[in-house]
């Protein structure tokens, strides 16, 4: 019982730590609780708080604010209508023409495989490879009523897609507009004394801008290089797998090797084993290669380093949790933990910090 006694008072004896462990408590049991409700919100206040480091640096150019909000609020709107007038039904188009192909995909699939056991009888039987097709297709029916399923259920969403597709720009116009007396009032329900959790919000604030800025600026170069690239050498569902390629940069380490998968895939399916199947192979391999080498060092080079099993384990957390938002923001949310725990008060700092004063 002494020993939980002084674990309390090294951890909590100090009222900021208070402070801050209650806004964390609290900004996690909102996410948590009414997390899918205000998802519009949510998303409509990191669109804003994406939008405001352009806004930033227009001031700092001397810009009036008014006329910076206005200027990069617009440019945004020009944005999101030819994603949704360009982008989306030229996707919305390849992805049906995929699944429209996708039976005869399967079907050179299996014949390729029953090629097999011709070619390294030693390795493999014809029966192994049917007991093989059968579990593929096993799985490929379950894939196939998931997808039904989820298709069915997502007709009841178009209306609210709508809503929100009205609500959101409303919203990140007014968190544009109106950021300083939003974050007053916030302000107001805190007490006056509370520089720990401003210390560790100004750090956090300025390493997840730099990360999530980068990373939205480094989806949208991968994407519309894999597109151009795949579109000059003249390969099928270029824009399909572009995109699939910008989002695969979302996780680490994972998203690179999963993208590979149906890049070679539609790439043999399309040329075979023959020289442009190893060129789209090769081409995709350079764009990952000046990914990792000069677009991230570039990009994310202010943001705190983190340990590869880190980035790993945040990534399986946060991802359990929140879905695809947690694994975009795995890193940010990791890299607010490692600000907290290095902000936290502790019989250690506290011991190090009276011998430095001493």
């Given at each position: 019982?002494?020993?939980?006694?002084?674990?309390?008072?090294?951890?909590?004896?100090?009222?900021?730590?208070?402070?801050?462990?209650?806004?964390?408590?609290?900004?996690?049991?909102?996410?948590?609780?009414?997390?899918?409700?205000?998802?519009?919100?949510?998303?409509?206040?990191?669109?804003?708080?994406?939008?405001?480091?352009v806004i930033k640096t227009l001031e700092n150019l001397r810009v009036p604010r008014f006329l910076a909000v206005g200027g990069v609020f617009s440019a945004f709107m020009i944005f999101l209508g030819v994603v949704l007038l360009g982008l989306l039904p030229l996707l919305t188009n390849q992805l049906a023409q995929f699944f429209k192909e996708l039976p005869?995909?399967?079907s050179q699939g299996q014949a390729a495989l029953l090629q097999l056991p011709e070619q390294y009888p030693s390795f493999i039987t014809e029966a192994e490879v049917r007991n093989l097709m059968s579990s593929i297709?096993?799985?490929?029916?379950?894939?196939?009523?998931?997808?039904?399923?989820?298709?069915?259920?997502?007709?009841?969403?178009?209306?609210?897609?709508?809503?929100?597709?009205?609500?959101?720009?409303?919203?990140?116009?007014?968190?544009?507009?109106?950021?300083?007396?939003i974050l007053a009032w916030g302000r107001a329900f805190l007490p006056e004394d509370h520089n720990l959790a401003s210390?560790?919000?100004?750090?956090?604030?300025?390493?997840?801008?730099?990360?999530?800025?980068?990373k939205v600026w480094e989806i949208m170069i991968v994407w519309g290089a894999t597109y151009m690239t795949l579109l000059f050498i003249g390969m099928d569902y270029a824009m399909l797998l572009g995109f699939l390629v910008g989002l695969s940069v979302i996780i680490p380490y994972i998203g690179a090797t999963v993208a590979t998968f149906p890049v070679a895939v539609l790439a043999y399916f399309q040329w075979g084993w023959g020289t442009d199947f190893w060129v789209a192979v090769l081409a995709y391999t350079i764009i990952q290669v000046l990914d990792g080498n000069l677009l991230v060092p570039i990009l994310l080079s202010e943001v705190v380093d983190l340990h590869p099993i880190?980035?790993?384990?945040?990534?399986?957390?946060?991802?359990?949790?929140?879905?695809l938002w947690g694994v975009f923001f795995a890193i940010p949310l990791a890299t607010l933990v490692q600000a907290v725990l290095n902000a936290w008060p502790n019989r250690g700092n506290r011991e190090k910090g009276q011998r430095a004063t001493g």
């Open positions: 019982m002494n020993i939980v006694k002084q674990w309390f008072h090294d951890h909590f004896s100090d009222p900021q730590v208070v402070i801050l462990a209650l806004v964390l408590v609290f900004g996690v049991g909102v996410v948590l609780t009414v997390g899918d409700m205000i998802a519009p919100v949510i998303a409509s206040m990191v669109i804003a708080f994406l939008l405001d480091g005869g995909f399967i297709g096993a799985q490929l029916t379950v894939y196939g009523q998931r997808l039904l399923t989820f298709s069915l259920a997502s007709l009841g969403s178009v209306f609210t897609f709508i809503i929100y597709l009205v609500l959101m720009p409303i919203m990140v116009f007014f968190f544009l507009k109106d950021k300083k007396m210390r560790v919000w100004q750090d956090v604030n300025r390493q997840i801008g730099n990360y999530v800025r980068g880190a980035i790993i384990t945040a990534i399986l957390v946060f991802g359990g949790v929140w879905g």
